[in-house]
Nanobody, 117 residues
Framework: VQLQASGGGLVQAGGSLRLSCAAS????????MNWYRQAPGKQRELVAT???????NYEDVAKGRFTVSRDTSKNTMYLQMNSLEPADAGIYYC????????????WGPGTQVTVSS
């Protein structure tokens, strides 16, 4: 599975960005799709998850501000990020595992998000 994240950029604090993650396979072959992020000097952390059934889960850093969604016709997952803060800056990665191989996670190259104060 190949994953390609895009949509990052520079935004002012309080602004919004929408990230996209395009998968090379049908979304219906993916058990979970996840957004992670990594700030400089910090460990990569989970941000949000959407499962095959459409169930969504958010980590505390995302609750109330970020929304994960998907377009099954485009095999693409999105992360709408609102009310961005400087602490949200980092590289955002998408990750997924196949229904045929649950637990074997694939990563795509990240997209940089910069938030100016």
């Amino acid at each position: 599975v190949q994953l390609q994240a895009s949509g990052g950029g520079l935004v002012q604090a309080g602004g919004s960005l929408r990230l996209s993650c395009a998968a090379s396979t049908s979304i219906f072959e993916l058990n979970t799709m996840n957004w992670y992020r990594q700030a400089p000097g910090k460990q990569r952390e989970l941000v949000a998850t959407i499962t095959l059934s459409g169930y969504k889960n958010y980590e505390d850093v995302a609750k109330g501000r970020f929304t994960v969604s998907r377009d099954t016709s485009k095999n693409t997952m999105y992360l709408q990020m609102n009310s961005l803060e400087p602490a949200d800056a980092g590289i955002y990665y998408c990750n997924a595992d196949l229904t045929s191989r649950i637990g074997r996670h694939y990563w795509g190259p990240g997209t940089q998000v910069t938030v100016s104060s």
